[in-house]
């Protein structure tokens, strides 16, 4: 198994069936969302940094063909066309990081026809979950306002390789650290996290579990109140910190109950200790709404942890993502069966301020002063850059949503702002249907391609 | 970056005072499901053998000891006593593939507290995913009432590994394949797939590209029809599978639109085509419900491929699932904050035909003709036998999933079948809940074991 067997097996027959047919002609895909899930009022773009390292390192070696060849129950020998193909290709993309919309590319692909397909599904699989993550996990920090968020998701996540994401996912928008160990010391970020309820409770009592602790620990500790009676917690807490002398960078944390309460009652047990200095962190099963409301309540949490619905994106855990082939042999194409129109050929998106992304062709002039949003990141298969640093990441995304309209940021019910089409893209957007459409009138026969689709002006 | 250090941070700080307090004493956790999310009358219980084999590996090495370090930015020999630390524990548990309801303990792992600590978040993690999907994937074969499923969810898996497991996981409730390559190779099932709606796009015409399939590709082909117009990319594939004298074996594969509608018409052309042994495939946002609502419509469709929404589980992405200590040095412990109380002890589930499951305390002996559903699995760090076949579970889900009353196996408002407790169970839970309520009524003081609960009987 290896990250080129990693793919749908109709990518496997496609690419073999085009060398049979010498169709190596360059191939332009277009990967995008067709719309927004519920509840999202803009995307944050990931999961290109992972994908242009597949690609670097996308080589059909002689296990992935024996491999290919055990799916298809054929012999190795008529696999062997695709050994050694790697992908020589061009990649222009938006990098990770910025705020994006529906129907806008999101990277293109230029490359010879069976390369370009056999990478499909792992692209697919990367930007996919990781822009579902990377948007929700931007929503949190929305709703924080300012306030750290954290992540806890590991646990829940799907699998581990979805855990390591999700705490990356979560530093590009902002979160100011992780439970999650390799992760934290990977991207070189703030580990965080204390007790579990199981510690206290393998303990003859709370107060002997927190000295325990905050002597195995020096510097600053955070105790778990609410096993038992989470009053009584932070009173227990409140003694051990005073007597141990501790106070500045402490905390307790709150896991259960009604958080805004809790944490009220817990602020002000603290407070009349003196330890005003101690911070409240809350978990719990939140997500931005929930941490949207304790915000809005005024609640006194000082860091939240979001987990679980963060990691898998509950309540909207997929994108309808497509990677679309929109050019082949210099003739634009698209499919026209259903109500899923994708627009033809090479593309480029422009950002002007204030006003609406248009989405143009590739060659097209940018409008005045508009910042085209996809760049050249891979050029004859190789990086045209360093890898991108997640701290670039966050500064985009910085810069973005704060561009954004307080319609689309809000956390209930956000409006994105939709692109529009440049008209030279919906020009040949109508040409290319109505030649299929005219095509489809015709009695079906073996066609010239030029009967498929209009060329490009 | 290592299995040991994907781990939450709380589990090194943990076991770090616990090692420093010599607090050594065998400790039993449970790993459970507290609620079933909506819309689920059964879990099908995974990620058992995933978790063993990361069990049997486990042991902290020098690597993990410095990124432990690194992340509680420490000194590395105040991690060293955690170097060389293995997981030398036993496991009892439910195997893969059994159905299983909120609140029975699907694994119980007793060891040196420390060792029982450390692995918490990597159990956790592998049995909510992949128990989510599994459970998801059975409801679509129960849907298919008896048609072949295949899993196409790798695209939008979240990452590659969760696209592996998710082929594994609808592989061990019955499905009939994968796309996936890597996944159909190692474990050994059907390969599945074909053609993208790019590829017809890529050759001249509809014809063109299904004459050159069928050239590449020797035995039974399946052709995808809905690029352009759907009746008239059956019409297309009908004379081509006509002239190319192929038939038996052979299918159309629907995308997208009223699957139904376009199924009765497809099924009508290729009959009146002479091709009723062409099977018809249909794909494009399929799960449980949607494949329920096709066969309880009669649609002529022979095969269901699944995707999206089942490999990320999405109506119930997650499970509100707990691995929470139950005894430590031989006294039975819980938590007592909310509402979320756990039975403490070490425990058993007996299952009896026709009757609810009984959740009882380990030692306790099982009701006439009861099964007892958790083995023990792992002893001394080592497994107690070969690692488990899909094909074992797969048999073990079909048993028991036929056992199960139509209610709770339904797709629309299904009703578990919660299990009941045995009097011995409600009796130490009822004696552990006075044992703390008792000492959070006294002052708060470091007490003796005895104080926090009852012994047991």
Tied chains: 1, 2.
């Excluded at 500064?395 to 309209?405: K, Y």
Aim: with cysteine; hydrophobic share 45%; charged share 25%.
């Amino acid at each position: 198994m290896s990250d080129v067997t990693t793919t749908d097996l109709y990518e496997v027959t496609m690419a073999l069936s085009y060398l049979r047919e010498d169709m190596h002609s360059p191939a332009t895909f277009s990967l995008f969302v067709r719309d927004l899930p519920p509840g999202r009022g803009f995307l944050v773009t990931a999961g290109l940094e992972p994908a242009l390292d597949f690609l670097a390192r996308y080589r059909v070696d002689r296990d992935d063909v024996e491999e290919f060849a055990a799916a298809l129950h054929r012999p190795v020998r008529d696999l062997m066309p695709l050994l050694g193909l790697a992908f020589e290709g061009e990649v222009r993309a938006v990098p990770e990081g910025r705020v994006m919309f529906a129907g806008e590319p999101l990277l293109e692909v230029t490359a010879p026809l069976p390369q370009a397909q056999l990478i499909e599904t792992y692209l697919l699989n990367q930007f996919c979950h990781q822009t579902v993550v990377a948007s929700k996990a931007a929503r949190c920090v929305l709703a924080a306002a300012g306030r750290p968020v954290v992540d806890f998701s590991l646990r829940r996540a799907h699998g581990p390789w979805a855990g390591l994401q999700a705490a990356r996912l979560g530093t590009l928008v902002g979160f100011a650290g992780t439970s999650n160990v390799a992760a934290a010391v990977s991207l070189g970020i703030p580990a965080s996290g204390t007790m579990a309820h199981s510690y206290i409770e393998a303990f003859p009592s709370e107060e002997a579990a927190f000295r325990a602790f905050a002597l195995s620990h020096p510097g600053p500790v955070t105790f778990l109140v609410d096993t038992y009676d989470t009053q009584e917690g932070v009173r227990i807490a409140a003694r051990v910190l005073t007597d141990l002398g501790l106070g500045p960078g402490c905390a307790i944390r709150l896991d259960s109950g009604d958080l805004d309460a809790l944490a009220r009652r817990a602020r002000a047990l603290l407070d009349s200790a003196g330890l005003a200095d101690v911070r409240i962190v809350a978990s719990g099963g939140l997500d931005e709404y929930g941490v949207d409301r304790l915000v809005r309540a005024s609640a006194p949490i000082d860091v939240y942890a979001v987990g679980t619905k963060v990691g898998v994106a509950a309540d909207a855990p997929y994108l309808d993502a497509a990677y679309k082939l929109v050019e082949y042999a210099g003739r634009p194409v698209t499919k026209l069966s259903s109500a899923k129109i994708t627009a033809p050929g090479r593309k480029q998106v422009f950002r002007r301020a204030g006003l609406p992304d248009v989405i143009a062709l590739a060659q097209e002039d940018p409008p005045d002063s508009a910042q085209p949003l996809l760049r050249t990141v891979m050029r004859d298969g190789r990086r045209t850059g360093p890898p991108d640093h997640w701290q670039d990441a966050r500064e985009r995304f910085r810069e973005d949503i704060a561009a954004l309209p307080d319609s689309a940021r809000r956390i209930e019910d956000p409006e994105p702002v939709p692109p529009v089409r440049s008209p030279a893209l919906e020009q040949l957007t109508a040409r290319v249907r109505s030649g299929i459409e005219a095509r489809l009138r015709r009695p079906a026969a073996v066609l010239p391609p030029s009967a498929l689709s209009a060329r490009p002006s």
